[in-house]
């Protein structure tokens, strides 16, 4: 656990490291010492495997995966990125007839008379052992004076709206922190559609696509009220939750009305620090949200699934945290023993998630969107007086990151 916890102080995932493994008894036909321009790798061939091995990485390859994964014209399309070939048809025992390792490729010749090729450097990109020791997306854990000291900039709409530079920065900073803000945006729904399609595709949900609300109680939901709003991620009764929240206030007559932005992913750390155990069953526990709506001619019961807190399995990476006790239904989908520890566990994270040390309030004002990743950052508001006119829209999660991916980013 101690190495596990190291880990978690760099980037908020639960990691094992490699380790040399080799299978007792088994008998390796070949042994040779493979070289590329800068990179030595020891490789072997068992019965049922290809191991591999690069400084203290040992990475096994079985045979049905190498045929799979053969990226040769006749099993997969490059111009599609799609495999071609029928994984339903590979031999479960299949061994190759040869293999070799020469000039930084592995070469493995099937019984058929196929050839598949890879190169070494590709192979350990695509390991398991590799996937466990990397984190899928880097990020920048933040409390209020952490955030405060980076001064990470906004994007000016007229750059954004024209510029590739301009939203590569604009969506490298949301990947970092999980919120970003677009300046000098005209206080419409129109141009908040306009700057939130620049970024995604829109999610439509029971909001509708475009929203646009005041405190009069229009739809079953504390937001539509004046009442401040504790931290929350939203949608938590959807199988899975909305990937991204954009906020434009554009009108406010009166007092309050603050956002309050918390990093979800900062408050986790700080509870596996501190307990362990408690991270893990936030983390096991599956918890139901529901959405009953019953106002205005709106007939909505929906209902959400999942762990407060969801890691990969492959690198146990924390990717999305499901909080929002306005929504959370009874607890029926655990032992009474396991409730317990439970609530235990979660009056910690609370209690990380309310230090004040860890509140970003910012005045959104009109002109100024800010874009929210709702599977990490938290959001609630002050209480206010006055008309306050806020519209917004939700934005999927796969859509943002392609673009970020399309951009050249880690994503």
């Known amino acids: 656990m101690a190495g596990l916890l190291r880990h978690l102080r760099q980037n908020i995932s639960l990691v094992s490291s490699f380790g040399k493994s080799h299978t007792k008894g088994a008998y390796f036909q070949k042994r040779h010492l493979a070289s590329t321009t800068t990179t030595l790798y020891d490789w072997r061939a068992a019965d049922e495997y290809v191991e591999i091995s690069h400084g203290d990485a040992v990475m096994r390859f079985d045979y049905v995966w190498l045929r799979d994964t053969c990226r040769s014209a006749a099993s997969y399309n490059p111009k599609t990125s799609q495999r071609i070939l029928d994984t339903a048809s ?88 999980g919120i970003a803000f677009v300046d000098g945006v005209p206080a419409s729904v129109e141009a908040t559609e306009a700057v939130s399609e620049r970024v995604s595709i829109i999610r439509e949900t029971l909001y509708g696509r475009m929203w646009s609300f005041t405190s009069d109680l229009s739809r079953g939901d504390t937001a539509y009220t004046t009442q401040a709003l504790d931290r929350h991620t939203d949608t938590t009764y959807l199988h899975e939750p909305c990937g991204v929240q954009v906020f434009h206030c554009l009108q406010h007559e009166g007092t309050g009305g603050r956002t309050l932005l918390v990093d979800g992913f900062h408050a986790a750390h700080a509870v596996l620090e501190e307990s362990p155990e408690s991270f893990q069953v936030l983390g096991r526990v599956p918890i139901r949200h529901e959405n009953i709506e019953a106002e205005g001619g709106h007939r909505n019961h929906l209902v959400g699934t999942g762990p407060v807190l969801s890691a990969h399995p492959w690198n146990r990476e924390l990717y999305m945290i499901r909080y929002n006790n306005y929504d959370r239904a009874p607890i029926d989908t655990a032992p009474p023993e396991e409730v317990r520890r439970w609530y235990a566990a979660h009056r910690l994270l609370t209690a990380r998630l309310r230090d004040p040390g860890n509140e970003l309030w910012v005045k959104l004002t009109p002109g100024r969107v800010v874009f929210i990743d709702n599977w990490r950052v938290l959001h609630g508001r002050d209480s206010f007086t006055g008309l306050r006119r806020v519209c917004g829209c939700y934005l999927p999660r796969d859509d943002l990151l392609s673009t970020a991916r399309a951009l050249g980013l880690l994503a």
């Open 90 to 177: 590979i031999d479960l025992n299949i061994r190759p007839a040869q293999t070799k390792v020469t000039d930084g490729h592995l070469s493995l010749t099937w019984p058929d008379g196929h050839v598949t090729s890879y190169s070494l450097s590709w192979l350990a990109e695509h390991s398991h052992q590799a996937k466990t020791r990397t984190v899928l997306q880097p990020r920048v854990l933040w409390n209020r004076d952490t955030y405060d000291a980076a001064q990470v900039p906004s994007a000016r709409w007229e750059e954004f709206m024209s510029s590739e530079a301009e939203l590569r920065s604009f969506v490298q900073n949301f990947l970092l922190y």
